[in-house]
C-alpha cells in the first residue's frame, strides 16, 4: 500500500487499525512476520465499508480467526489482515428450536461452554480446537469422523463489493475441509442446528473428546494442528509415520513424535523451520508411497 492509501484506510478503519502489526502474537504456531496492516472488525458495517475500499483499490486481505490453522512467512504479509470481534462475535438463540445464530468470530470454545450450558448437543467433537466458529465453517472443519458442516442451517457474508448475503443450507456445497466461498468473500455469521441433550450430556462429550486428543495430539507445544489433509482412503499421519519421519527437525521446528501430522514449534523456530519440514514431508511421502499430500493449513505471506 502506498501513503495514500494507509491514510484512506486509516479514516475508514479507525481505531481498529494498526500497521506494520506483528503476526507470530496472532497465530497458534507463535512465528512469522508483521502484516503491513491488522484489522480489528467489530462490527458489520465498518467491515463492509473496508472490503469494499480493499477491492475498490486491489488491496489483498486475508480473514483469520485464532490463528490455529495457518502459518505466517517470516516476511510478513502484504495486504490487510482481518480478524472479526465486536458485534461480529456474538452468540444469540434463533427463531427455529435449538438454533443458535453466531457471529463469525466466536471462538470455538466460547461457543462451546454456551452449548453446553444451554444443553444444547452436536458440536462437541470440536472440543480443544482453539479457533473461531467462521474459520470452522470456512473449512469444514471436522474430528473424530464429524464435521462442522453438517452443523450449519446458513451463513451470512459480506460480497467483495461490500454486500451481504444469506446463503441456506441448501445452496452451501460442503466438502472435506472446504466451503465454496466466493474468492474474497467473508463470513460475518452462522446459524446453526443443535440438539436438545441436556447439559451433563454434553458436558461429558467434550470431556470425552478432549481426553481422546490429550491421548493422540501433541498439545504441549504451539502447532496448527493437522498439517496435511488426508488423501481419500488413508491418513497423512499414517504415511508421515511410514516415511520414517516422526521427530524429524529443523532447528526448532519438529514432526511431532506423537502424531506425525503435526508440526511443533519445541522453541525459536521460524515459519522457513516450518516450511521445510512440510518440503521433506511432501517429498518424502511422494517418493515412498506416490501420494501427493496437499497442506490444511493456509500459508499466508511473501517470499523472500
Known amino acids: 500500500m502506498d501513503v495514500a492509501q ?12 494498526a500497521l506494520d502489526h506483528p503476526m507470530k502474537t496472532h497465530t497458534t504456531f507463535q512465528v512469522g512476520g508483521a502484516a503491513e496492516a491488522f484489522y480489528e472488525a467489530t462490527d458489520l458495517q465498518g467491515l463492509a465499508e473496508v472490503v469494499a475500499y480493499l477491492v475498490h483499490e486491489q488491496i489483498p486481505y486475508w480473514v483469520i480467526g485464532k490463528g490455529s490453522n495457518i502459518l505466517v512467512k517470516d516476511e510478513g504479509v502484504r495486504g490487510v489482515v482481518i480478524r472479526l470481534s465486536g458485534s461480529l462475535a456474538g452468540i444469540q438463540y434463533g427463531s427455529e428450536r435449538n438454533t443458535l445464530v453466531v457471529g463469525a468470530g466466536v471462538s470455538i470454545q466460547e461457543l462451546l461452554r454456551t452449548c453446553r ?22 473449512m469444514n472443519a471436522g474430528a473424530f469422523g464429524k464435521e462442522v458442516g453438517e452443523r450449519v442451517e446458513a451463513i451470512r457474508v459480506i460480497t467483495p463489493a461490500g454486500g451481504l448475503l444469506e446463503r441456506e443450507k441448501e445452496d452451501l456445497r460442503f466438502s472435506y475441509r472446504s466451503l465454496q466461498l466466493d474468492r474474497g468473500a467473508i463470513i460475518t455469521l452462522v446459524r446453526v442446528k443443535l440438539e436438545s441433550v441436556g447439559r451433563e450430556a454434553v458436558f461429558e462429550r467434550m470431556a470425552g473428546y478432549l481426553r481422546q486428543k490429550k491421548a493422540l495430539q501433541p498439545l504441549g507445544y504451539p502447532s496448527a494442528g493437522s498439517v ?16 520414517g519421519l516422526k521427530g524429524k527437525r529443523v532447528a526448532g521446528a519438529m514432526i511431532s513424535k506423537r502424531h506425525a501430522n503435526f508440526i511443533v514449534n519445541t522453541g525459536g523456530a521460524t515459519a522457513s523451520d516450518i516450511l521445510a519440514l512440510m518440503n521433506l514431508i511432501q517429498q518424502e511421502v ?19
Open 6 to 17: 494507509k491514510r484512506d484506510l486509516q479514516m475508514r478503519a479507525g481505531e481498529g487499525l
Open 117 to 138: 450450558d444451554r444443553g444444547l448437543g452436536g458440536l462437541e467433537f470440536l472440543s480443544g480446537i482453539p479457533g473461531t466458529l467462521g474459520g470452522a465453517v470456512a
Open 228 to 243: 496435511f489433509k488426508n488423501p481419500v482412503g488413508d491418513y497423512a499421519g499414517r504415511l508421515i509415520e511410514a516415511a
Open 286 to 304: 511422494k517418493r515412498i508411497s506416490g501420494i501427493q499430500l496437499e497442506p490444511e493449513i493456509r500459508i499466508l505471506g511473501e517470499s523472500a
